[in-house]
Structures are given as structure tokens and as C-alpha cells.
């Protein structure tokens, strides 16, 4: 079976901190696909990244960070400098095989002015 | 850009009330997706469908239904609204890809109150 954990509910920064979001998967498969989306306070999941399972290397978009890590199944994502925009629930998901995604149960992060 | 709508943001109805979710997408998207989503345990999958009239259960079927009978529109159907289906609903879709590659597209959600 698939899973994916976020173990942190909820975080609170200060603008300009540093945060990591952690994400821990499990699975069977030997070719998967990790993802991470986005949602603000209006509601609608926004893509982030996707990761295949055969590319480890660490990506980095502006501000944000992937550290992909298949020795310890786990796919975290940095902030580096937060802002207040990036106030919103943050999803990691996992693709196996088959057409469906597994969603952790999300990680609320607030940044505070 | 890929495009997912849901025909209300907010709705409102009564226990008992047989409840459709529409939602539309217009990139000929193969498969689309039904969750919902509650606070602490992150997105369920309700139902899926892979083609025009393919459905499959999802982890939470139970209390609900889909249709779809043309590719870019898939409907949720709460036979009997029951408080309990209170929630955040969201619709997706997601091209047909090799060993699951690519990303879903999400609609803006629907919350829905069952009084």
C-alpha cells in the first residue's frame, strides 16, 4: 500500500525565516512520481513540482527547494526568505503505477508579518 | 492553460436533498477525479473515471455517485445529503500518462454545508 506522511500540522514563521516541510512516503513501487502542491486561503490546489523516482537531484525554483532523499523515502521542501504570501496548506502526493494519486494530510504554514 | 471549473464555490443544502457537483474541464483530459477534503485528513478520493462512462471508487464511495457521460465533465450526486458530507469538494483531472507521470489539475473547490 501507499502512504505519505507530513508530520507537521501546522507551522508559524516569522517573515524571512527559513521553514522545511517534511514529507515521508511509502511504497512498493520502483517507479513513482512525488508531487507538491499548494493551497492558499482561496481554495484551489496550485502545482509546485513533480520528482520521478529515478532523479535525485535537489531542484530549486526562487525562493523554494526540493531535497529528494530515496534512502530515506522522503521528499522535503524548503522556503528559503518566507513571505506572508506563502501562507497557505501545503500537499505532498505520491503516483505509483496506476493513474491515482495518495495525498498526505497537508501541512499549514503561516507566516507571520 | 488547463482549465478545471465547478459550477459553485459555496452551497447550502438540506439533509435529505439529493445534491449535484458539477465540474468541467477543457483540455480532453482523460481521467478525472472526485475528493473531499477535511481538515486533519487531507484529500480522500471519492470516485474516479478513467473514460466517458468508466467509473471507479475511490477510498470514500460510500453515500455518493458520479456520471459522466461526455469526456470533459464529471458530476458528483449525493443521493440524500446527510450532515456528515459537510465538506470541501474538489475535482481534478489529469491526462492519461505513462506510469502515472503527470500532475492533476484541481478545480477551485466547493464547499458544501448540509444543514
Known amino acids: 500500500a501507499q502512504k505519505v506522511t507530513q508530520a507537521q500540522t501546522e507551522i508559524s514563521v516569522v517573515e524571512k525565516e527559513d521553514v522545511t516541510l517534511d514529507c515521508v512516503y511509502e511504497?512498493?513501487?520502483?517507479?513513482?512520481?512525488l508531487f507538491w502542491y499548494k493551497q492558499p486561503p482561496s481554495g484551489e490546489l496550485v502545482f509546485l513540482i513533480r520528482r520521478n523516482s529515478f532523479d535525485e537531484q535537489n531542484e530549486i525554483s526562487g525562493r523554494y527547494s526540493w531535497n529528494f532523499q530515496k534512502s530515506t523515502s522522503s521528499f522535503n521542501f524548503t522556503i528559503t526568505a518566507s513571505q506572508v504570501v506563502d501562507s497557505a496548506v501545503y500537499f505532498c502526493?505520491?503516483?505509483?503505477?496506476?493513474?491515482?494519486?495518495?495525498f498526505g494530510p497537508g501541512t499549514r504554514l503561516s507566516v507571520l508579518p | 492553460d488547463v482549465k478545471v471549473t465547478q459550477s459553485s464555490r459555496y452551497l447550502v443544502k438540506r439533509t435529505g436533498e439529493k445534491v449535484f457537483l458539477e465540474c468541467v474541464q477543457d483540455?480532453?483530459?482523460?481521467?478525472m477525479f472526485w475528493y473531499r477534503q477535511d481538515p486533519g485528513l487531507g484529500l480522500r478520493l471519492i470516485y474516479f473515471?478513467?473514460?466517458?462512462?468508466?467509473?471507479e471508487k475511490g477510498d470514500i464511495p460510500e453515500g455518493y455517485s458520479v456520471s459522466r457521460e461526455k469526456k470533459e465533465r464529471f458530476s458528483l450526486i449525493l443521493e440524500s445529503a446527510s450532515t456528515n458530507q459537510t465538506s470541501m469538494y474538489l475535482c481534478?483531472?489529469?491526462?492519461?500518462?505513462?506510469?502515472?507521470?503527470?500532475?492533476?489539475?484541481f478545480g477551485p473547490g466547493t464547499r458544501l454545508t448540509v444543514t
Open positions: 473515471s478513467y473514460d466517458v462512462k468508466m467509473k
Open positions: 483540455m480532453d483530459h482523460e481521467n
Open positions: 511504497t512498493r513501487d520502483t517507479t513513482y512520481y
Open positions: 502526493a505520491l503516483s505509483g503505477y496506476g493513474q491515482n494519486f495518495v
Open positions: 481534478a483531472s489529469r491526462p492519461l500518462g505513462d506510469r502515472g507521470r503527470y500532475e492533476q489539475y
